[in-house]
């Protein structure tokens, strides 16, 4: 059977499987912990607002800031617990993959989103313990989770794409398509939560999973043909020491000039990460609570839109890109983007402007494809898998903590001001905008719009420091 170098496909679905529970698993355990915390019925509605038939004052109101508050000490809770085994496999995997494959950074996380969605389909058809939750997350992070995937798939396609902006325009083209199949799962995830309940989702889900398992096994070719000389051979625990020594020599094995610079971008991707990140977990809990109380309805809809920015984030880049606007310039107007729509969340109190603050955020995306461009050049190409196991790394730290410090954050303010988390996140923003000023004072040489870059004089370092004098970003 002849395979395939396309690794899109195994993105798509698994974004569609994954964001068709993602908008229920909050609800699912706010539903439960009202039952037990209120020994009653989740009240259904089928107005747009379940705040316009059940609103009965103060007792009500804090009946409804608990449940929030528990909501968001579980979420805090299961992302704690499953942090550090998710960030050791991705760290040891990733960087493997340049000696042993990129496929196993791919395979490993499906088989453990799909026990976690299994986990989740068993505890709602049986009604366990939602505790239980808890040690399915922290099982399925022993086989890396989404950072390692989506690590393994941007290494896959860095092994592929030898020119700079097509490498770019891939990079976006994933995370557009992310977009576009979540937004997809999103949006009739409302409507199948109203006409089946959650255990056809996770059903869904689970069947979709499945899929894109055996296509990753059984289509998708390796692009890891010949392990280069410099790296050894796979092989035994050997190869994980190799593993985390590649980790280590992206840095030691780069020059002053370009260990700086990429440090630097790194702390621009973690800093942004953490902020955006931080601000859009709490969307969910926010849109359950006063004076919103928002349906599964409309929460599926607010999905929907807010997904839409990884369209709006590739078109972006793309026209920024055909148009030759320096790639820090690019990155520089996501931030701006995403800060904007983080102040509007912060002060939405109907509908309307819920829905209104999501526009200014289209270019919310765009800093993250542009950034591992960037980076992707400055390493070698035998590197690759070590660089992409550094960033997930570093993307899965930050989204745990940030996940798990926002919720702490909104526990702790939810009864005063709900939008608090919002600004602190907007004002988080500009930890990153200074770190990219740091990167446009250093004295980067940022690629005009034809790709081209002057290369680093000799003055900086020797051939070797400087890998070849190749251009540091483009």
């Known amino acids: 059977m002849r395979r395939l170098y396309l690794v899109e496909p195994v993105v798509a679905l698994y974004a569609f499987s994954s964001f068709l529970i993602y908008p229920l698993v909050q609800q699912y355990v706010y539903r439960r912990l009202w039952v037990q915390l209120t020994n009653s019925s989740y009240p259904a509605s089928t107005n747009t607002s379940r705040c316009a038939g059940n609103s009965s004052g103060a007792g009500n109101s804090s009946i409804i800031q608990e449940v929030q508050r528990q909501a968001s000490l579980f979420s805090l809770y299961s992302e704690l617990l499953s942090t550090i085994p998710s960030l050791m496999v991705t760290l040891v995997l990733v960087a493997y993959s340049d000696r042993g494959g990129r496929k196993v950074t791919i395979v490993l996380p499906l088989v453990g989103t799909l026990l976690y969605t299994s986990a989740f389909l068993t505890v709602s058809f049986f009604e ?3 505790y239980l939750l808890i040690a399915a997350s ?3 992070s022993l086989f890396g989770g989404l950072g390692t995937f989506l690590g393994g798939c941007f290494a896959y396609i860095a092994d592929l794409c030898k020119d700079e902006r097509q490498k770019t325009l891939r990079m976006a083209g994933v995370d557009m398509m992310i977009g576009l199949l979540s937004g997809v799962a999103a949006l009739s995830t409302g409507y ?8 056809w989702p996770f059903l869904t889900s689970a069947l979709c999973q499945s899929l894109i398992l055996l296509y990753a096994v059984f289509l998708l ?11 050894g051979t796979p092989g035994g625990a050997g190869a994980m020491k190799q593993a985390l020594l590649g980790f280590y020599q992206v840095f030691a094995g780069a020059g002053g000039r370009r260990r700086t610079v990429l440090v630097l971008l790194m702390l621009v991707f973690t800093s942004f990460t953490f902020s955006y990140v931080g601000g859009v977990s709490m969307v969910t809990l926010y849109e359950l609570n006063e004076p919103l109380c928002w349906t599964e309805i409309l929460i599926g809809y607010g999905a929907a839109l807010s997904t839409t920015v990884f369209l709006t984030s590739f078109v972006g880049v793309s026209a920024f890109t055909y148009c030759g606007v320096p790639q820090l310039v690019i990155v520089l107007l996501g931030i701006l983007s995403v800060t904007a729509g983080l102040v509007l969340l ?4 109907t509908t309307v402007l819920m829905f209104t603050a999501r526009v200014p955020m289209f270019l919310a995306i765009v800093p993250f494809p542009v950034l591992r461009s960037m980076m992707s050049k400055i390493i070698p190409e035998s590197q690759q898998g070590a660089l992409f196991a550094c960033l997930s790394f570093l993307e899965s730290l930050t989204n745990n903590v940030a996940a798990a410090v926002f919720s702490s954050v909104y526990a702790a303010t939810v009864s005063w001001n709900p939008g608090f988390v919002f600004l602190l996140a907007a004002g988080l923003s500009g930890v990153p905008l200074s770190f990219l000023g740091a990167v446009s004072l250093y004295g980067v040489d940022v690629a005009d719009g034809d790709g081209g870059a002057e290369p680093v004089s000799s003055e900086e370092g020797s051939p070797e420091e400087n890998d070849d004098n190749r251009p540091l970003l483009s």
């Open 221 to 231: 070719e390796e692009t890891v043909k010949e392990v280069p000389p410099e790296l």
């Open 346 to 349: 912060a002060f939405a109190r």
């Open 192 to 199: 199948f939560l109203r006409a089946a309940g959650f255990n």
């Open 138 to 140: 922290f099982l399925s």
């Open 128 to 130: 366990l313990n939602i």
